[in-house]
């Protein structure tokens, strides 16, 4: 959502525990499939995107380990 100056912000629409939010997770593998499939035309955006996703991955990792 925007404000009136046009920064966009983060709604929380709701909670969950850790737990559910671990059973819900997308495989790295479905995640780079789509965005393969939804992007085979732009190898710049679809690199953008896969290493945005290996990202996450690497900082989801190091916080559930905290």
Known sequence: MKDQNG???ALISGRESVA???RRRSSLDR???EIAQLHPDNPTTREALIAARLGQGKYRADLLAL
């Open 31 to 33: 995640d780079l499939a």
């Open 20 to 22: 559910e939010f671990l």
């Open 7 to 9: 920064f966009e912000h």
